[in-house]
């Protein structure tokens, strides 16, 4: 169990340009979530995958942000002409399905930072 | 979804106990009350969960008021590696997504 892993770390582009990152969820996870975070704020919910069924997405994502999860493994999140606005944390989170006891529990990865210039 | 209120932040001496509070006044029967910390520059971290009993692990106790509309996470001894912003978070069974509405946290600052 190597952990949720997402890269790249830390991403710098310019307005306008795409960008796309990728989160690798703990094997046997079928459940995998994205969320985003400002400075000072905690993180806000994006989106959400149950093997490679996105079920949930966010009023924050706008048509300019799009996610898959092909084959239920890997997910990928990408965001097109990016704003200035679209600066922040990017994390994903996965966990297994639901067991008694509140379970659930999500491990989240270390992040992206992107930065918009 | 059920809102959470803590406080903006705490001061903690090394090695005392801190006790830090959450008030989730409009829980609903099936709402578990999820800990999360999260330290500089990483994702957050899971550190307990209880629903109506006062629960206890390696990282942390959870004390659970009787009406279920608070709970203090206590950190017995504090360390410096403690300091970090803690999340309280209600989630649901009844959310399909079990997704969580994290609030703004409370910033534990740990003096030496």
């Known amino acids: 169990d190597t952990g949720v892993s997402q890269n790249p770390r830390h991403k710098i582009t310019k307005r306008g340009q795409n960008v796309t990152f990728r989160c690798d969820p703990i094997s046997e996870h079928n459940r995998l979530y994205w969320y985003r975070q400002t400075l000072g704020q905690g993180p806000e919910f994006l989106t959400y995958f149950q093997n490679e069924a996105q079920l949930e997405k966010s009023r924050l994502l706008s048509d300019r942000f799009s996610a898959e999860r092909p084959k239920g493994s890997f997910s990928t999140l990408e965001i097109q002409r990016t704003e200035q606005g679209d600066s922040a944390m990017y994390l994903c989170a996965s966990s297994s399905p639901p067991k008694t006891g509140g379970g659930n529990i999500q491990y989240f990865g270390a992040g992206t930072r992107l930065s918009v210039l | 979804d059920a809102k959470t209120t803590q406080p903006n932040s705490m001061e903690s001496n090394e090695e005392e106990p801190v006790h830090l509070p959450c008030n989730h006044s409009t829980i609903s029967g099936t709402d578990y009350i999820h800990w999360y910390r999260q330290l500089p520059s990483q994702g957050p971290e899971y550190v307990i969960h209880?629903?109506?009993s006062n629960v206890n692990n390696r990282m942390a106790s959870l004390a659970i008021a009787e009406d279920r509309k608070s709970s203090t996470l206590i950190l017995h001894r504090a360390t410096l590696r403690d300091a970090a912003v803690y999340y309280c978070?209600?989630?649901?069974?009844?959310?399909?997504?079990?997704?969580?509405?994290f609030g703004t946290g409370t910033r534990l600052k740990v003096l030496a």
């Open positions: 209880g629903l109506t």
């Open positions: 978070i209600l989630r649901g069974l009844a959310s399909g997504t079990y997704k969580y509405i």
